[in-house]
């Protein structure tokens, strides 16, 4: 099971991430799975508290970055 959140960081779309909550055994997939919904909200709502913690870290070198020529592949040989 994942649990996961998106972000954009700054205005553009170049500064994406995703916070996933992953579960590595059986036994916590089947606890995160049989949680009602009003604790699952509040474990995506911790998420979202991470990812407003690490874009108030990050954001000073964001803006600090010159903005990035378009490029059609991410370096993969394609």
């Known amino acids: ?18 916070l996933a909550l992953t579960t590595r055994t059986l036994e916590m997939h ?3 799975s049989a949680m009602p919904g009003e ?4 474990v995506t709502a911790a998420l979202v508290r991470a990812l407003d913690d690490i874009q ?3 954001a000073p070198h964001i803006a600090s970055r010159e903005p990035a020529p378009e490029t059609s592949s991410f370096g993969c040989g394609t």
């Open 1 to 18: 099971m994942v649990i996961d959140c998106d972000r954009f960081l700054d205005d553009t779309s170049r500064y994406r991430v995703t």
């Open 56 to 58: 108030g870290l990050l």
């Open 39 to 42: 604790v699952r909200e509040g």
């Open 30 to 32: 089947a606890l995160l």
